[in-house]
């Protein structure tokens, strides 16, 4: 049994940081992409940034550019999100996903095999 076990969530001023971790844990799990999406209530879950296992390409929605960087360390199976410059908008439910295979577009929720139970984050303003 694979589990993903995100952290670091919270309350933050808009302008402020925050950082995410996913920690992927259980029986021998080696992940090619692992991934953020957020969630509001009522709207579907979004794409924020992926990163593949191997060479750490990554890539990131286009509202979340320049301002939140993923990266990973395999060592531990634990994939990061650094959110700086946080605006109310960003306020959502963050989930980690990953994905044992990379066939598709990173940001299709449907080619992750395993997801977290998801971290609030709230940026008020």
């Known amino acids: 049994q694979v589990q993903l076990v995100e952290s670091g969530g919270g309350l933050v001023q808009a302008g402020g940081s925050l950082r995410l971790s996913c920690a992927a844990s259980?029986?021998?799990?080696?992940?090619?992409?692992m991934g953020w999406f957020r969630q509001t209530q009522g709207k579907e879950r979004e794409f924020v940034a992926a990163i593949t296992r191997l060479v750490g390409r990554t890539s990131y929605a286009d509202s979340v550019k320049g301002r939140f960087t993923i990266s990973r360390d395999t060592a531990r199976n634990t994939v990061f999100l650094q959110m700086n410059s946080l605006k109310p908008e960003d306020t959502a439910v963050y989930y980690c996903a990953a994905a044992t295979f990379r066939s598709g577009d990173d940001s299709d929720p449907n080619l992750y095999d395993y997801w977290g139970q998801g971290t609030q984050v709230t940026v008020s303003s």
């Open positions: 259980g029986r021998t799990f080696s992940w090619a992409i």
